[in-house]
Structure formats: C-alpha cells, structure tokens
C-alpha cells in the first residue's frame, strides 16, 4: 500500500469514525492525464460513518473535502465519493 493512502485513510478515520472506508487508489487510470503530471492522485471512496446521518449528499462530500482540505491541494487530484449513513447500508 502506498505512503498517500495510508495518510488519507488516517485522515479520514481521525474525522468519521467510519464502520467501513475503502479507499483505491486509481490514478494508474489516468496516465497522462493533466493532473497526473503534478502527481497528485486519483481515488475513489466509499465510506460509512454515523456522522452522514440526516445530511444530504453534498452536506456530506463537503464534510470529506474539508477533512482532506491540505491534501485536496497537493496530494489529491480528483477524488470520486459516496458516503453513507449506517441506516443506508444493508
């Protein structure tokens, strides 16, 4: 696993206490791709804490951005979400 996807996954497991993160990293995708020269990475999440409950996607994705707000800068490139409540998981 690589040094970035331990960061974000500490990052995010500091800000959410999810009961699931997972986390790929996706920027062998995108091989010349603009972004993919500053070397910044793409990732795609899914993640499930109880701090998504009563909130609307966007609410949601804003609170990811935030927790990631430094990395989003540097490290992150673009970064595909879905975040859930526990209630929306079977």
Do not use: K, Q, W
């Amino acid at each position: 696993m690589n040094a970035r996807v331990d960061r974000i996954r500490a990052r995010l497991a500091d800000s959410f206490s999810p009961l699931a993160c997972e986390l790929e990293d996706e920027s062998h995708l995108h091989a010349g791709h603009a972004g993919a020269a500053s070397g910044a990475g793409h990732f795609r999440l899914r993640i499930v804490s109880d701090r998504f409950a009563g909130l609307n996607r966007i609410a949601r994705h804003r609170l990811v951005y935030d927790s990631l707000r430094d990395m989003m800068t540097s490290e992150i490139h673009a970064l595909n979400i879905i975040a859930l409540a526990p209630s929306e998981v079977e």
